[in-house]
T-cell receptor, first 114, second 113 residues
Framework: GAGVSQSPSNKVTEKGKDVELRCDPISGHTALYWYRQSLGQGLEFLIYFQGNSAPDKSGLPSDRFSAERTGGSVSTLTIQRTQQEDSAVYLC????????????FGNGTRLTVT | AQSVTQPDIHITVSEGASLELRCNYSYGATPYLFWYVQSPGQGLQLLLKYFSGDTLVQGIKGFEAEFKRSQSSFNLRKPSVHWSDAAEYFCAVGPYNTDKLIFGTGTRLQVFP
């Protein structure tokens, strides 16, 4: 079946502009995660959605970052007033949270802020 | 503090040689441990995971890992590396009830023919 889909795959933006990154999780997966992968720094947890519960936003690095998940499916990560340090690969993952089901990752959006 | 350390940033091996990638963790509760692989231009794929039971776990692509509580380690091994194993490998630890995982910084594996 279809995996986690992220768009765009690449995004180049000017410093100060806002960007939106989209994630389509696997159908039926109730849990959705955003991670950020910076060069040499591994993956950094950003935000977690589980069903209708309030999202866990504890990983968002600043108030310029926000995310929403509409209808329990598609999620959008928004970065306002982008800075050069926001340049990274943003990864989305979903999980069914059934038993020991693993995370399924998308291929990511590579964001470059110039 | 909770953390995962992968001490080797880059490893190079010859095809057919054995491989061991190191992972050490610091975690307050019972750890749930994972290894993921990221091939160039692709998303992360789960290789194997440890939740409980047998401390030697088998994964996909011929990989295995051993959980050693006394050493806070979860090293990944493969007896004979193939050129297609060249990728970046991430160790992760986290609670079972969410997948809010803590990832290491990764080890990049290069395989020479």
């Amino acid at each position: 079946g279809a995996g986690v889909s992220q768009s765009p795959s690449n995004k180049v933006t000017e410093k100060g502009k806002d960007v939106e990154l989209r994630c389509d999780p696997i159908s039926g997966h109730t849990a959705l995660y955003w991670y950020r992968q910076s060069l040499g720094q591994g993956l950094e947890f950003l935000i977690y959605f589980q069903g209708n519960s309030a999202p866990d936003k504890s990983g968002l690095p600043s108030d310029r970052f926000s995310a929403e998940r509409t209808g329990g499916s598609v999620s959008t990560l928004t970065i306002q007033r982008t800075q050069q340090e926001d340049s990274a690969v943003y990864l989305c993952a979903s999980s069914s949270r059934m038993g020991d089901s693993p995370l399924h990752f998308g291929n990511g959006t590579r964001l470059t802020v110039t | 503090a909770q953390s995962v350390t992968q001490p080797d940033i880059h490893i190079t091996v010859s095809e057919g040689a054995s491989l061991e990638l190191r992972c050490n963790y610091s975690y307050g509760a019972t750890p749930y441990l994972f290894w993921y692989v990221q091939s160039p231009g692709q998303g992360l794929q789960l290789l194997l995971k440890y939740f409980s039971g047998d401390t030697l776990v088998q994964g996909i692509k011929g990989f295995e890992a051993e959980f050693k509580r006394s050493q806070s380690s979860f090293n990944l091994r493969k007896p004979s590396v193939h050129w297609s194993d060249a990728a970046e490998y991430f160790c992760a630890v986290g609670p079972y009830n969410t997948d809010k995982l803590i990832f290491g910084t990764g080890t990049r594996l290069q395989v020479f023919p």
